[in-house]
């Protein structure tokens, strides 16, 4: 029986090595679900242009979620920037899931959510193509990084898990007002569109909130911070972190994250 009514997913990168398809299986044995939405960037062709890693566990989650939607659960993919090659295909049903552009999902409580990976909030993204690709990378470095790192501190035995590259985000006054700039855009396009809330990735910046009586959920990523949103039963979303605390209720609003940063930009 399903343990959750909804799943969602973004930012997965199949196809590189900082994919962490092994915690994502595991975290996807604890969620059986009744719809599994996949957000964007799930593949990453961007990085694949440079060199391809396809680990066994990678290939054992394309053939978990296939499974998934032949026994009856409803999957739908969102393509982001890092899979847009599928964006073309918007509107067409490969087997048992759904290719969409964008998806109004309902919640059980009665909220009308948009689901929508995000890139076209991000001007980056849409107009320097270019210096995307170039952040893409220096992403990737840290994350790399961060690999290394964290298996130091396990020789060390330093306990509970660090991200060299959220820490970056968290310190560079310029990266904190990206992720401002982008909710805020965000927020905004679904107030105009009468719309309850957004589920939403890309910035790989997990986060659960209430921003002026609508709901704000990002999924975050499965490369550094390895998160997802949930649904219950009852229409509630939880943020579940499956590197550190096992969730966050979405009474709290606010993650710590998003207090640290709010205290940096009213320090400044």
Same mark, same amino acid.
């Given at each position: 029986?399903?343990?959750?009514?909804?799943?969602?997913?973004?930012?997965?990168?199949?196809?590189?090595?900082?994919?962490?398809?092994?915690?994502?299986?595991?975290?996807?044995?604890?969620?059986?679900?009744?719809?599994l939405y996949l957000i964007?960037?799930?593949?990453?062709?961007?990085?694949?242009?440079?060199?391809?890693?396809?680990?066994?566990?990678?290939?054992?989650?394309?053939?978990?979620?296939?499974?998934?939607?032949?026994? /009856?659960?409803?999957? #739908?993919?969102?393509?982001?920037? !890092?899979?847009?090659? $599928?964006? %073309?295909?918007? +509107?067409?049903?490969?087997?048992?899931?759904?290719?969409?552009?964008?998806?109004?999902?309902?919640?059980?409580?009665?909220?009308?959510?948009?689901?929508?990976?995000?890139?076209?909030?991000?001007?980056?993204?849409?107009?320097?193509?270019?210096?995307?690709?170039?952040?893409?990378?220096?992403?990737?470095?840290?994350?790399?990084?961060?690999?290394?790192?964290s298996w130091v501190r396990?020789?060390?035995?330093?306990?509970?898990?660090?991200?060299?590259?959220?820490?970056?985000?968290?310190?560079?006054?310029?990266?904190?007002?990206?992720?401002?700039?982008?909710?805020?855009?965000?927020?905004?396009?679904?107030?105009?569109? /009468?719309?309850?809330? #957004?589920?939403?990735?890309?910035? !790989?910046?997990?986060? $659960?909130? %209430?921003?002026? +009586?609508?709901?704000?959920?990002?999924?975050?990523?499965?490369?550094?911070?390895?998160?997802?949103?949930?649904?219950?039963?009852?229409?509630?979303?939880?943020l579940v972190d499956w590197?550190?605390?096992?969730?966050?209720?979405?009474?709290?609003?606010?993650?710590?994250?998003?207090?640290?940063?709010?205290?940096?930009?009213?320090?400044?």
């Open positions: 029986m399903p343990n959750v009514r909804s799943v969602f997913l973004s930012d997965i990168h199949l196809g590189t090595r900082a994919c962490q398809a092994e915690r994502l299986l595991e975290f996807l044995r604890e969620y059986p679900a009744e719809q964007g960037d799930i593949i990453d062709f961007w990085s694949m242009s440079r060199g391809v890693h396809w680990s066994g566990a990678q290939n054992t989650f394309i053939q978990k979620v296939l499974r998934r939607a032949r026994h /009856g659960e409803k999957v #739908v993919f969102i393509p982001g920037n !890092h899979d847009e090659a $599928l964006r %073309e295909y918007a +509107g067409v049903a490969f087997g048992d899931i759904v290719v969409a552009k964008e998806y109004i999902h309902d919640t059980a409580d009665g909220r009308r959510l948009l689901l929508v990976h995000g890139d076209e909030f991000d001007q980056v993204t849409r107009y320097h193509r270019w210096v995307a690709v170039l952040g893409d990378m220096a992403y990737n470095g840290l994350v790399r990084a961060n690999i290394w790192l396990r020789n060390l035995g330093r306990s509970g898990y660090w991200s060299l590259a959220g820490y970056a985000k968290r310190k560079v006054k310029k990266a904190l007002q990206f992720i401002f700039d982008f909710e805020h855009a965000v927020m905004h396009h679904v107030r105009d569109r /009468g719309l309850d809330g #957004v589920v939403c990735g890309h910035i !790989h910046w997990a986060s $659960l909130k %209430e921003v002026d +009586g609508l709901s704000y959920a990002n999924c975050g990523d499965w490369v550094d911070s390895c998160t997802a949103i949930v649904e219950h039963f009852d229409g509630r979303l939880e590197d550190g605390v096992q969730s966050v209720p979405a009474a709290e609003h606010v993650l710590i994250e998003d207090r640290d940063i709010l205290a940096q930009r009213k320090a400044a």
